[in-house]
């Protein structure tokens, strides 16, 4: 082998060696999912027969949350979007979801289905979600700022509107205690609406 073949090789022998360990000390990227409710049965087990059916309608983000990548304010008109902590799916799927599980399990006599519901399927109520605010912020608090609205059956008539704000303190500004976090306002969200939808059916 020649003296310039060798030099090239030891060359690209060198290139190789620093673009794997450049490759190898790039951070994984985390993926976090939301928790809803133990239930005492699932959806699918409740008897239909002579119960209340509600329908969850597809939930409102902002887009700037409604985002893969996790999101925190920072500032008053500052956000930080990381790329190496992410959602296991888009925040508006994952939190209907969540909202749809939370509701069932604290309405365990009712039936609760998300939108969209199968065809010929007619809820008896229905259920909006529109979250003005659902974000982390820099000083360890979650905050959420939701307008929620009731209708009968499947129209858009509105029968009540609500509106719920709430702040929760995290132990940490981690990422984990972000989505802990994240679950646990959504489960306050689910009470008040629960205690709502109950007075409902009375009436």
Not at 11 to 30: D, E, H, K, Q, Y
């Amino acid at each position: 082998m020649s003296r310039i073949s060798l030099m090239i090789l030891v060359v690209n022998c060198t290139l190789i060696a620093a673009f794997s360990g450049c490759r190898s000390m790039t951070p994984p990227v985390t993926y976090y999912t939301l928790s809803s409710i133990p239930g005492q049965m699932a959806e699918s087990e409740t008897d239909a027969s002579g119960v209340i059916t509600i329908g969850i309608r597809p939930v409102e983000l902002p887009g700037y949350i409604n985002r893969t990548q996790m999101v925190t304010r920072s500032g008053p008109h500052q956000l930080e979007i990381s790329s190496l902590h992410r959602w296991a799916d888009y925040p508006d799927r994952m939190v209907q979801k969540v909202l749809g599980e939370n509701l069932q399990a604290l309405m365990p006599h009712a039936r609760v289905v998300n939108a969209t519901w199968p065809v010929g399927l007619k809820p008896d109520v229905t259920v909006s979600f529109q979250f003005l605010e659902l974000i982390g912020i820099s000083d360890k608090k979650m905050l959420l700022n939701a307008v929620w609205t009731v209708a009968h059956g499947d129209s858009l008539s509105v029968v009540q509107s609500h509106r719920t704000i709430l702040s929760e303190p995290m132990p940490s500004s981690g990422f984990d205690d972000l989505a802990a976090a994240h679950s646990r306002v959504l489960e306050a969200l689910c009470r008040a609406v629960a205690e709502t939808l109950t007075a409902f059916q009375v009436q």
